[in-house]
Nanobody, 121 residues
Framework: QVQFVESGGGLVQPGGSLRLSCAAS????????MRWYRQAPGKERELVAI???????DYSDSVKGRFTISRDNAKNTVYLQMNSLKPEETAVYYC???????????????WGQGTQVTVSS
């Protein structure tokens, strides 16, 4: 069983920065598209950023120019650099990864357990 584990969340002041990481618990045959979502209290989960296996990226309009998604394929890890954070971006941040664990395995989506980001003075 493989898990994806997020880290890097915490409390930050408005205008501050955080870098989130999401790493696989063990080696994986192949990882495809990787995404970051967030869910604020009382709101639906929303897609924040996406990076394909070719390195193409896309962002929600609300974070463009402030957040950067990247990946390290050798480490089976995806990152989210968040700058100029706003209080309304307080949420639990989740990674979502499309992966094939073994060469004969099926492609499936994996979710991390989430990491809390709180933006407050």
């Amino acid at each position: 069983q493989v898990q994806f584990v997020e880290s890097g969340g915490g409390l930050v002041q408005p205008g501050g920065s955080l870098r989130l990481s999401c790493a696989a618990s063990r080696s994986i045959f192949s990882i495809y598209t990787m995404r970051w979502y967030r869910q604020a209290p009382g709101k639906e989960r929303e897609l924040v950023a996406i990076i394909t296996s070719f390195g193409s990226t896309d962002y929600s309009d609300s974070v463009k120019g402030r957040f950067t998604i990247s990946r390290d394929n050798a480490k089976n890890t995806v990152y989210l650099q968040m700058n100029s954070l706003k209080p309304e971006e307080t949420a639990v941040y989740y990674c979502n990864v499309d992966a094939r664990v073994s060469s004969g395995g099926s492609l499936r989506a994996y979710w991390g357990q989430g990491t809390q980001v709180t933006v407050s003075s």
